[in-house]
DNA sequence: TACTTTTGCGAAAACGATTTCGCAAATTTT
DNA sequence: AAAATTTGCGAAATCGTTTTCGCAAAAGTA
């Protein structure tokens, strides 16, 4: 590693200018084939590394991509984190992770912070606080790319990766429905959030095509996201105060997934027995918890490797992108015993 | 938000020249208190933002500091990392974050990247495969501020901070002893780690101190801490198939704990019937792990603020810093139902 | 041979900020 | 009133790189 070397000091060494080294390091067709070999060989065997921040200065990037999600203790998060660096860091970015803690004030921060340091992209997770996005608008009027993840706002129109949370909330709602249940619960996010909508509509749908009409009081939004106890507490709560108790929830979200178990537990309701449960997920744990947990697994790792190709996809392209897409990746239910009713009707007939 | 100003453009609307604008904006003393004023004014009214590029080409510095820890889809590191935030971003640097996935070259990769990007300081707990620390010597001989936590070498001198391994290791196996379990094995990372050193000593220590002797053939490493299933499933199948086997088992860090549970139940093990089990993790679904889990927490949040305090103190230290610091930190023991055995001698005879 | 084109390279500007130095004008000291 | 000092500011260098432009020498064309 040595001392760190600069482009001015081959130059002196090899007698000739900056502009030719340079240009010799960046297969400039200027430069005879001597020269270039001449300069390459000696910054090889002196390891010379371009100092990126000139670089950056100079061309006014750089090479580094931002992701903004709400926290990184969460499997979901660190799943997508790890997908998205892998694509990254092939093509030489850097990736500089910031969480808005589910805050819509740091997440306005965040956006400006990093837009003044110039990164050249964003990787965007909203919090569950932010309704308003006009931190965005502004910032990609101002020429920074964004691809938004997961939690996703309509209000910007640029490239999306989502999962299919409309069907994933479907299919734990039928099964849950199928196993036997009648009144199935919905503990979700604030309801401006797209994750919040998509997998309401979803469970929704899953009631309409059973019958089962809707109660509007079996539906519990927690604004944090499961990230404050309480505030699933109370749900969780008000859910076995009511008259008509529920047999079983299905939480919308990673935080709340283990959140609301965590309650059931302390409230010492016994599950799947009192009350079943299915939700989002993508804990790496399911599998161990108590009871072994039904869960709505999303691709994270492909979500976060697609959201880094169609940022670096704009940013590689010469000429400003126009046309947006929106992909949307299929969710995955893993059937576990959180979820099964061993002496409901609907199973005994069916066997 | 608006469009990007620089200090130039101050300086064209206000007629004077780039020094003084800087020079103004950094209170020296050498412009008068108007022009201060008109400048700072002038630089409010059209959120002047300084560009940090710039800046740290000039100042030879970036104003961040980089992570390097094997996984980030773990709550003990994913805990340290918001501990490191917190403090980091009061001090107005900027975190970057790099996972090794326990791997040494990429490790000795991503040293030679931060040091390279010239960050201001390192922030490192060390892959389960590094024996050689080399590639720290080096760039710390070339100015590069170090500190080391959770897993450290004891090669290089400089901060470190770590939980009180071999205490939080005595407590748990001590604990498992005074349950009334005999044969304790101890499922660990690679040798020659810091943490797997002294949470083994902590755990052969509790073994002396009740006269039990020790078993070689209850002592499992895993070269990748968790992260490979398959490395751990060997070593649980070992355990289970010797013609003595462990009737508990304490495991190590944070990976291997839940790893071990999880083949616990994929070989039909009764917990803590057949096999009780505590361990470290600071897994935040411990308490809803079937069966709940006897866990050691590590100090996460404040074991990374800590780091990233000593860390900054050296960063902003006028003279060399020489006299380097350890800091050791209490573990807490969390007893949970792995851990209890409802029909032993000892308890029995103990109520 | 005289002219044009190509080749290979260097000088210098640029990115945005900081800092050293120099220089007038204003102020204080003799 | 002359000399010395202080005050307030600007010119220019600097950090390391990229890029535009210009300019010789070499090569090609008429």
Redesign the interface.
Known sequence: ????ITIKDIAKALQLSVSTVSKALRDSYEISAETQTLVKDYAAKHRY?P????Q??RKGN?KSIAVIVP?????FF??V??GI?SIAHKKEY??????THESFDREVLTV?HH????VDGLIVSLSSETENTD?FA??QK?GLPIVFLDRVPDSINTHKVIANNFLGAYEATQHLIHQGFKRIAHITSTNFLSITKERLAGYIRALEENDIPLNEDYIKYCAHGGMIKDEVYAAVYDLMTLRKKPDAVFTASDRLS?TT??IL?QLKIKIPEQMAIAGFTN???A??????FTTVKQPAYLMGKTATEMLISILESKRPVVNFEKKILDTNLIIMDSSKKYHSKVSAISR
């Open positions: 590693m040595r001392e760190k590394q100092n990126p921040i000139a950056g200065l750089s926290n990184i203790d969460n499997n660190s799943q984190i790890n660096e850097n990736v500089i992770i910031t969480q400006q837009f003044s340091r110039s931190h502004e910032v101002n283990t178990l965590s537990h804990s790496i744990s599998d161990i918890f108590n009871p072994s």
